[in-house]
């Protein structure tokens, strides 16, 4: 029997909440890889430490868009820092948000501040921006670079927790919702951030290659291989973890068991058993095992990668949209399930959200015509090279 009650037959989460913790995952994993650089010292990374460094400012920008757009009232996001209440979990994410937004925008000031005071002695409306960037403090010395790289050092390792709780923050923000059988799991929030990770490495890979291709840059194979093998061990952990959250509920044997059991094999069979785990998982780890576990040509290897990062980016936004959306077709009846189709040019519809995912891309670019994201590249003049 097919019963559903009445206030359960639209879905009222939808495709914001969905891009919401995408957001939020590509900004945590790229802030992960740029540390990995300025913390652990991993020096082969350095060709995309400034840009993933970047890309995580950016992405954390646009990373309340979405929530923005859902609120009936937007503006009353603004209470949670004039009428503070810590015990409130969502209001918990806006002081998150908000001290990891600030320390981000230090990083990047402390990286990119030689290249900003170079930029702010030419003539123009930019270097003057630039200029008020630097505080009108044009000393640039070899110890003002040594303290740069200390500070930009401790920021970077402090980081780290503020990221994996940005982004923890949302898994637990469902996990801890008891009465929704699909969501209520501890292991919910360790599994977004595996899960982050992956889509931020995948994006920077996908964003490189891109970039290089357009450029005509050379791909650094030390650094793109060294991406890939962090990509696969990540996707490793993060599917292994979605996989013993699904035998953990099997194993239960709860009553809400066979009613999950039927929504995986009926109304999310497609999204989640095919697309997710069988097309976007199996078919990348295989690429990524090739990749490292043989030795390949650079153009096979990298072919491999870039279709291996652009699945894994699609296999991160399926595992949001089963859960988000997935989660909410169950009756709180237990008796059946209700159906959601996503609109096209609705507020929250899926124009609005391409548009949404698009605008930091081209923030991204203006970005790079300011302070330059690939220095390194730029200056050796490196000959074009095809992937």
Same mark, same amino acid.
Request: proline share 4%; glycine share 6%.
């Given at each position: 029997m ?37 913390v652990?010292g ?7 430490s400034r ?5 995580a ?12 757009m ?12 004039? &009428?503070?209440?810590? &015990? ?6 806006g ?10 925008a ?19 409306f930019?270097p ?7 505080l009108?403090?044009y000393?640039?010395? @070899?110890?003002?670079?040594e303290?740069d790289?200390?500070? &930009? ?14 982004h923890?923050y ?13 969501? %209520? ?11 982050a ?9 996908f !964003?490189?290659f891109?970039v ?6 050379k ?7 060294? /991406? ?14 979605e996989?013993?959250?699904l035998l ?14 039927l929504?995986?094999? &009926?109304k999310l069979?497609?999204s989640?058993v095919?697309l ?7 078919v990348?780890?295989?690429m /990524? ?12 290897a ?19 949209w ?9 009756s ?20 609005? %959200? ?5 605008? @930091?891309?081209g923030?991204?670019?203006v970005?790079?015509?300011?302070v330059?994201l690939? @220095?390194?590249?730029e200056k050796?003049?490196?000959?074009p !090279?095809g992937?």
């Amino acid at each position: 029997m097919n019963y559903v009650f009445p206030n359960e037959l639209h879905v009222t989460w939808t495709v914001m909440i969905v891009l919401y913790p995408y957001i939020t995952g590509l900004v945590a994993g790229a802030f992960i890889v740029s540390s990995l650089y300025h913390v652990f010292g991993r020096e082969e990374l350095k060709p995309i430490s400034r840009f993933s460094l970047a890309s995580a400012f950016v992405f954390l920008l646009f990373a309340t868009l979405p929530l923005l757009m859902h609120l009936g009232h937007p503006e009353r996001a603004f209470n949670i820092m004039l &009428t503070p209440h810590f &015990t409130s979990a969502m209001a918990g994410f806006g002081y998150i948000y908000t001290t990891y937004l600030i320390l981000v925008a230090l990083e990047i000031w402390f990286v990119m501040r030689c290249d900003l005071i170079k930029r702010a002695q030419e003539s123009g409306f930019l270097p003057w921006i630039c200029r008020i960037v630097v505080l009108f403090n044009y000393k640039d010395t @070899p110890e003002t670079r040594e303290a740069d790289h200390r500070v &930009t050092k401790f920021l970077a390792g402090l980081g780290i927790p503020l990221a994996c709780m940005l982004h923890g923050y949302v898994g637990f923000l469902f996990g801890s919702i008891k009465a929704n059988p699909w969501w %209520a799991t501890p292991m919910m929030f360790i599994i977004f951030i595996f899960s982050a990770i992956v889509s931020g490495i995948s994006v920077l890979i996908f !964003h490189y290659f891109i970039v290089s291709r357009i450029n005509g840059w050379k791909i650094d194979a030390a650094c793109v291989r060294s /991406l890939a093998r962090y990509l696969w061990a990540f996707m490793m952990v993060a599917v292994a973890l979605e996989m013993m959250e699904l035998l953990s509920i099997a194993y239960e044997q709860t009553e809400a068991t066979d009613v999950l059991g039927l929504l995986i094999r &009926t109304k999310l069979f497609w999204s989640y058993v095919v697309l997710q785990f069988m097309v976007c998982s199996l078919v990348p780890f295989i690429m /990524l095992a090739v990749t490292a576990l043989f030795r390949l040509s650079d153009r096979v290897a990298y072919a491999l990668i870039w279709l291996s990062s652009c699945m894994l980016l699609a296999q991160v936004l399926l595992m949001r949209w089963n859960v988000v959306i997935g989660g909410q077709l169950v009756s709180k009846s237990m008796r059946g399930f209700t159906s959601y189709m996503p609109g096209v040019w609705e507020k929250e519809g899926l124009i609005t %959200a391409a548009v949404i995912f698009t605008l @930091p891309f081209g923030i991204l670019y203006v970005f790079h015509r300011i302070v330059s994201l690939f @220095p390194d590249v730029e200056k050796e003049g490196i000959p074009p !090279h095809g992937v």
